[in-house]
């Protein structure tokens, strides 16, 4: 990986996790304390906060995810993968910046 690749995905990284903390930086809202005959009103703020919080969960763990990758690029790891040591291949990181296995080793590790 040359040295515009690698500015470049770090420019992207940069870019995602600064995104990624504004969007943890909203609150939350709690739903209000239900009242007679606001059932429907009250399981929508639940289902509402529910997703939020999934949300959340997701943008956490894609931070870790581009932090560590940012990581990489600090100690000269970056576009290695992590299992089998073989290049990842630029069209993976040009999608996925944050990849830290080449498609094979993700693969398998997703089973």
Known sequence: MDASDLSAARDALLVERARLRDDLDETII???QMTYGSQAAAAS???AQQR???LRERA???LALIED??????NGTFGVCLDCGRPIAP???EALPWAA??????RLAGR
């Open 52 to 54: 939020d919080l999934a």
């Open 60 to 62: 956490e763990h894609e």
């Open 69 to 74: 990758a940012l990581a990489r690029i600090a």
């Open 30 to 32: 709690v739903p209000d």
């Open 101 to 106: 296995r080449c498609i094979e080793c993700q």
């Open 45 to 47: 703020q639940v289902f």
């Open 91 to 93: 069209g993976r990181l």
